[in-house]
């Protein structure tokens, strides 16, 4: 982010504390908390800013109350200690954010844009936590007219099939992560925690308009198998299914979001997932895709599903106790 909009942020942010944002300045927060998830964090800084410095305000005897705009005087100094340590803030994984009356703790989980480390295996659906995998994909560097969301690599998508798949006709290619929140087990306790999931998908202007798909798929397990392959995760996730399906017979423990990827457009599509995580939760299955839905609608051979020019990039995973994350 930069400084500029950052600065713009904090203006905007004292203003809603002030209560004189007026519709336009509404408007143009409301968007920058929508659209840009580090905008969300430093709002989420912000808020825990405003109630710790509060809470630290010189106590009035009951007999003299403090003046109104008390705390409003002091507001320029909560706003000076925000931005003075925003850069450092936004690498921690815990932020509190106060959203009406309520508050929800969001600890970032997973930041991934291919930059570092091994590029995503192409054997399937890895079955243990830690490793992407899922069909053929490939980290690429900038490709067609496409720029990555941040850095210098973003993930292309290849084809519908990986290596050893016994599927012989496949519509999404799949990338897969199974997340262990066995260290997050006491906020799981009480059944009030979120996972969100976010990533930002684009079709360069070679892919056929109206034609694809992009999506990400949460599922909540209580456990893993312990041997028998990708099958046996499969089993696993059919019988989590049904033990989570209420009495219409929908699943609870999953939830899946999906949007048209656009052929060419100028900016990239940025998709959310959230999931309430029923009790018992101990691993959430993060699934990303893109889908050649005309192939999938005609049930087209294998060798018709194309996928010429499909990218994702900047995917965040957070966990929110509360309430889901703004």
């Known amino acids: 982010m930069n400084p500029d909009l950052r600065h713009r942020l904090w203006e905007l942010f004292a203003a809603h504390a002030e209560g004189t944002l007026d519709a336009p300045q509404h408007a143009e927060l409301e968007e920058a908390l929508r659209s840009d998830p580090e905008a969300r964090k430093l709002w989420f800084l912000h808020q825990d ?51 009406g009356p309520l508050t929800a703790r969001v600890t970032q989980l997973l930041r991934e844009s291919f ?8 054997t399937g659906m890895p079955l243990r936590p830690g490793t992407w995998g899922g069909d053929s994909t490939e980290v690429s560097g900038p490709a ?42 006491k906020d799981l ?3 009030n925690a979120w996972i969100t ?19 990400i798929e949460l599922r909540a397990l ?8 990708e099958n046996a995760m499969w089993r696993r996730i059919f019988a989590e299914q049904r033990a ?30 959230d999931l309430h995580l029923p009790p018992g939760t101990r691993y959430v299955l993060v699934t990303l895709h893109a889908m050649d839905a005309q192939a ?15 990218f994702m990039d900047d995917i965040q995973i957070s966990l929110s106790v509360g309430r889901p994350m703004p």
């Not at 999938?296 to 499909?310: N, Q, Y």
């Open 49 to 99: 800013l405003e109630i710790g410095l509060h809470s630290q305000l010189p106590a009035s005897s009951a007999a003299t109350p403090p003046a109104p705009s008390a705390w409003r005087r002091q507001r320029p100094l909560a706003a000076a200690v925000a931005a003075g340590i925003a850069i450092g803030a936004l690498s921690t994984s815990a932020l509190f954010a106060t959203i």
């Open 296 to 310: 999938a609608a005609r049930k087209a051979p294998p060798e018709e599903v194309h996928f010429p020019g499909h």
């Open 197 to 215: 999931a976010e990533a930002c998908f684009r079709a360069a202007a070679c892919a056929e308009p109206g034609r694809y798909l992009c999506g």
């Open 244 to 273: 989570s399906s209420n009495t219409s017979g929908v699943p609870q423990n999953v939830s899946r979001s999906e949007a048209l990827l656009p052929a060419g457009a100028p900016n990239w599509t940025r998709l959310r997932n």
């Open 115 to 122: 930059e570092a480390g091994p590029a995503p295996l192409h």
């Open 189 to 191: 306790a009480g059944g």
């Open 144 to 185: 067609e007219e496409i720029q990555p969301v941040r850095g210098k690599k973003m993930l292309r998508f290849l084809t519908a099939q990986y290596e050893g798949g016994v599927q012989k006709t496949g519509y999404n290619s799949d990338l897969h992560r199974v997340l262990d929140l066995q260290e997050h087990s």
């Open 222 to 229: 209580s456990d893993l198998p312990e041997q028998g392959g």
